[in-house]
């Protein structure tokens, strides 16, 4: 079965700018989350999807990221304008309902400058 | 809870040795708790879980333990291989239901260097 799927897999940005991550689930899982993991550091979780609607968006810094998953299968995390300190790695990840397993992309770094 | 601390512990080891990489978490109300790991440019690769009514749990070369008095989670790696080199992150589950059900937090990892 095909992992999930995430580009691009870098990208290099000034800040103030902005930046769109796109990922695309594990066939048949109905959970989604988005992760930004920074250097030395464990993941830590931005949204949570089920199906198209959000769960969890406690810690996603609202001013400037959004994030959607409009028809419950591709998502996109979206960072309006960027900031240093969100220089990054982006990790989706996606879980089948009877499983806590969550099964992660490679990810996307981002570097902004 | 949080991560923190720009500094991973570290572990080296000699190929064929045992490892053992060491967790501890911060909720007593956590329920299940897995292993992940995480080559350099990859994103994390599951290895092993383990629910809070178990103490040991055994898969392929390694084996997960759990203390719930202390709060603590190991990951035993035998016969470790330079492939087994990578960093290493426990996560826990809490049992909370609602929008927090699945939640997995991670904990600050460790980074395995295997010699040859």
């Known amino acids: 079965e095909a992992g999930v799927a995430q580009s691009p897999r870098y990208k290099i940005i000034e800040k103030r700018q902005s930046v769109a991550f796109w990922c695309n689930p594990i066939?048949?899982?109905?959970?989604l989350y988005w992760y930004q993991q920074i250097l030395g550091q464990g993941p830590k979780l931005l949204i949570q999807?089920?199906?198209?609607?959000?769960?969890?968006d406690s810690q996603l810094p609202k001013d400037r990221f959004s994030a959607e998953r409009l028809k419950g299968v591709d998502s996109t995390l979206k960072i309006q304008p960027a900031k240093l300190e969100d220089s990054a790695v982006y990790l989706c990840?996606?879980?089948?309902?009877?499983?806590?397993?969550?099964?992660f992309g490679p990810g996307t770094r981002l570097t902004v400058t | 809870g949080e991560n923190v601390g720009l500094h991973l512990p570290t572990l080296s080891v000699q190929e064929g040795d045992n490892s053992i990489i060491n967790c501890a978490y911060s909720?007593?109300?956590?329920?299940?708790f897995i292993w992940y790991k995480q080559e350099s440019g990859k994103g994390p690769q599951f290895i092993i879980d383990?629910?809070?009514?178990?103490d040991k749990r055994q898969g392929q070369r390694v084996t997960v333990l759990l203390n719930k008095t202390v709060k603590h989670l190991s990951l035993q790696i035998a016969a470790t291989q330079p492939g087994d080199s990578a960093v290493y992150f426990c996560?826990?589950?809490?049992?909370?239901?609602?929008?927090?059900?699945?939640?997995?937090?991670f904990g600050q990892g460790t980074i395995l260097t295997v010699h040859p």
């Open positions: 990840a996606s879980r089948l309902g009877n499983s806590y397993e969550q099964y």
């Open positions: 999807f089920q199906n198209n609607g959000v769960v969890d």
């Open positions: 909720n007593s109300a956590s329920d299940y």
């Open positions: 383990i629910r809070s009514n178990m």
């Open positions: 066939s048949g899982h109905a959970t």
């Open positions: 996560a826990e589950k809490s049992n909370a239901g609602g929008t927090s059900y699945g939640k997995l937090t």
